[in-house]
C-alpha cells in the first residue's frame, strides 16, 4: 500500500519560503511519553482519536510535492489515517536507556519518527505519525512516540495537534494556508538588524565553527527543581531595576530556565525562539498552522538575568534586545552560538497534556522530547 496521496480529491499549500528551503533539513519534531496500561487498547482509542483529528485537519496526513508544497486529502479515510498510526515493539524505546540513546532510537529511525523535510519528499512519506510501542515483557511500560515535520508546522501546531489526540483538548480545525504577509514582513517582527544577521556570514560562520571545532554537544535531560525556580524569579524581580530592567515585577519559569541556559553555554548569542501569534497587526492566531516563529537574540548582558529577558519580551515589537551591550559579531568576530526553545505547551504546562486521559492508559510516567538537532550549538 503506498502511502502517496490520491489524485483526486486533493488540496495543495504553498509552504513559506523559509519552510521549503531551509525547515526542509530540519529534523521533524518528536516526542516520546512513556504510560502503563493496556497498548493495544490505547492503539485503538488514539487511532479513532487520530481519525477524527485528522477529519478536522486534513493538512496533517500530507505529503510533500515536487515543488516542496503540501499536498493532502481533503477528504481523508481511514485509510490515511492507516498511514499515520502503528503498533509495534522496539527494545530500544526504553525509559531505562539513557537519554542520548533514547533519542537515538526514536528520532533517528524512520519507522518510528518523521526525518527531515527533504527525506520525507524524497520518500513520499506522510508528515505526521504516531507509534504506540508496545513493552517487550507483559504488564510493562509502552510508549506514544509523536512527530511532525517542522517544514509543516511548527512547535505550537505540534502540541494543538498531540493536545487534541492525546488530551482533552476539543478537535479544532487550523488552517494550513500560510499568510505570505508575515513573511514579507519578517524583519519587522525583531528589527532589520537582528534579522539580517540570521542569513548573516556572521551566524553562518558561528554555527560551522561549532560544528567544525566546538565540543561535541551531548544529550541530557535534567529535573526542574519547583523551590528553586520560584527562588529566582522572587531575587531576579527584586533586583530588576539594578539591572536596567525598569518596569519589569514578574519573570516566568522560561525567563529563569533560559537565562541559566544560556550562562552555562556562555554563548556570545543565543536564538530564543519566539511564536509571533497574536503579536504582530497580522491575523495570525492559534487557528493559523505554520511556521510563524522567529528568533529573539540574546547576548551576556540580556541573558544576565531572568528580569533582562523579560525585558526584551515586553518591550513588544520589535523583539530585540533592551539591555545596552556591544553590537551583534560580524564576519570576523567570535560568535558562539546557543539555541533555546520552550516545550510548555505540553507536559509541563501545569500538567495540561497527560497521556492518562487515554483510553487504555492508566498513568503517564514521563513526557519528553526527542528531537535530533544537528551539532552546530549548545541547544536546549
Given at each position: 500500500m503506498s502511502s502517496k496521496v490520491g489524485t483526486s480529491d486533493t488540496s495543495s499549500v504553498e509552504l513559506h519560503k523559509r519552510e521549503r528551503t531551509q525547515y526542509m533539513g530540519h529534523p521533524g519534531i518528536c516526542t516520546v511519553t512513556f504510560c502503563s496500561g493496556d497498548p493495544q487498547t490505547t492503539f485503538s482509542s488514539l487511532k479513532a482519536k487520530t481519525l477524527e483529528v485528522l477529519t478536522a485537519n486534513p493538512w496533517i496526513g500530507g505529503t510533500f510535492d515536487k515543488k516542496k508544497d503540501l499536498v493532502f486529502?481533503?477528504?481523508?479515510?481511514?485509510?490515511?489515517?492507516?498511514?499515520?498510526?502503528?503498533?509495534?515493539?522496539?527494545?530500544?524505546?526504553?525509559?531505562?536507556?539513557?537519554?542520548?540513546?533514547?533519542?537515538?532510537?526514536?528520532?533517528?529511525?524512520?519507522?518510528?519518527?518523521?526525518?527531515?523535510?527533504?527525506?520525507?519528499?524524497?520518500?513520499?512519506?506522510?508528515?505526521?505519525?504516531?507509534?504506540?510501542?508496545?513493552?517487550?515483557?507483559?504488564?510493562?511500560?509502552?510508549?506514544?512516540?509523536?512527530?511532525?515535520?517542522?517544514?509543516?508546522?511548527?512547535?505550537?501546531?505540534?502540541?494543538?495537534?498531540?493536545?487534541?489526540?492525546?488530551?482533552?483538548?476539543?478537535?479544532?480545525?487550523?488552517?494550513p494556508v500560510r499568510v505570505a504577509e508575515y513573511e514579507r514582513r519578517e524583519s519587522e517582527w525583531t528589527g532589520k538588524k537582528d534579522f539580517d544577521f540570521l542569513t548573516s556570514g556572521g551566524l553562518i560562520k558561528g554555527m560551522l565553527s561549532g560544528l567544525l571545532f566546538g565540543p561535541k554537544a551531548a544529550w541530557a535531560c535534567y529535573k526542574v527543581d519547583a523551590s528553586k525556580v520560584e527562588a529566582a524569579k522572587a531575587a531576579s524581580v527584586r533586583g530588576a531595576a539594578n539591572l536596567g530592567a525598569k518596569g519589569v515585577e514578574f519573570v516566568s519559569t522560561n525567563d529563569v530556565l533560559t537565562s541559566h541556559f544560556c550562562r552555562a553555554t556562555q554563548a556570545r548569542l543565543c536564538m530564543m525562539v519566539v511564536n509571533f501569534r497574536d503579536k504582530t497587526d497580522l491575523d495570525i492566531s492559534d487557528k493559523n498552522a505554520g511556521c510563524y516563529e522567529g528568533c529573539l537574540l540574546l547576548d551576556k548582558e540580556n541573558y544576565a538575568d531572568p528580569a533582562c529577558?523579560?525585558?526584551?519580551?515586553?518591550?513588544?515589537?520589535?523583539?530585540?534586545?533592551?539591555?545596552?551591550?556591544?553590537?551583534?559579531?560580524?564576519?570576523?568576530?567570535?560568535c558562539p552560538m546557543a539555541f533555546i526553545t520552550s516545550w510548555a505547551n505540553g507536559a509541563v504546562a501545569g500538567g495540561r497534556?497527560?497521556?492518562?486521559?487515554?483510553?487504555?492508559?492508566t498513568a503517564q510516567a514521563l513526557h519528553l522530547p526527542c528531537m535530533d538537532m544537528p551539532d552546530m550549538m549548545d541547544v536546549s
Open positions: 486529502s481533503s477528504s481523508p479515510t481511514s485509510e490515511d489515517c492507516d498511514f499515520i498510526v502503528s503498533i509495534c515493539k522496539n527494545a530500544k524505546v526504553n525509559r531505562a536507556l539513557p537519554y542520548p540513546r533514547l533519542v537515538a532510537a526514536v528520532a533517528k529511525d524512520a519507522s518510528m519518527s518523521v526525518g527531515t523535510g527533504g527525506a520525507l519528499r524524497s520518500s513520499g512519506a506522510r508528515i505526521t505519525k504516531l507509534v504506540v510501542v508496545e513493552p517487550e515483557a507483559a504488564g510493562g511500560e509502552f510508549a506514544i512516540v509523536f512527530s511532525m515535520s517542522h517544514a509543516a508546522a511548527d512547535g505550537h501546531d505540534y502540541y494543538r495537534i498531540f493536545n487534541m489526540i492525546c488530551s482533552t483538548d476539543p478537535v479544532d480545525s487550523l488552517t529577558i523579560r525585558a526584551s519580551l515586553s518591550a513588544g515589537l520589535p523583539y530585540t534586545r533592551q539591555i545596552p551591550s556591544p553590537p551583534l559579531p560580524g564576519f570576523c568576530g567570535s497534556f497527560n497521556a492518562a486521559n487515554v483510553d487504555g492508559v
